[in-house]
């Protein structure tokens, strides 16, 4: 399994971002998905998660009310729309995978890097 992490970038505080991760080299749909985020000098953190069928879905709760999470099972996809940004969200995005059994993220992406500027 790979995942590919893309769409972070520079934005300014108030402003939005859309995340992708696009899943490979497995069946999709067996696959919960996550992001979650490392600032620098900071543990990484849980940000989102989405269910196989995408029915369930959990939140920090920093981010609780500005980002969403949904998964394309068509296009083997999970996006993060990130809305009314600030400053704290600057972070490494990562993407995890994992099957429905598991406890623990399996499969990681490579991180896309989130600043937002004050």
């Known amino acids: 399994v790979q995942l590919q992490a893309s769409g972070g970038g520079v934005v300014q505080t108030g402003g939005s971002l859309r995340l992708s991760c696009i899943f490979s080299g497995g069946v999709f749909s067996d696959y919960g998905v996550g992001w979650l985020r490392q600032a620098p000098g900071k543990e990484r953190e849980p940000v989102a998660s989405i269910s196989t069928t995408g029915m369930h879905t959990t939140y920090g709760e920093s981010v609780k009310g500005r980002f969403t999470i949904s998964r394309d099972n068509a296009r083997d996809t999970v996006y993060l729309q990130m809305d009314s940004l600030k400053p704290e969200d600057t972070a490494v995005y990562f993407c995890?995978?994992?099957?429905?059994?598991?406890?623990?993220?399996?499969?990681w992406g490579q991180g896309t890097q989130v600043t937002v500027s004050s």
């Open positions: 995890a995978a994992k099957t429905r059994m598991r406890v623990v993220w399996e499969h």
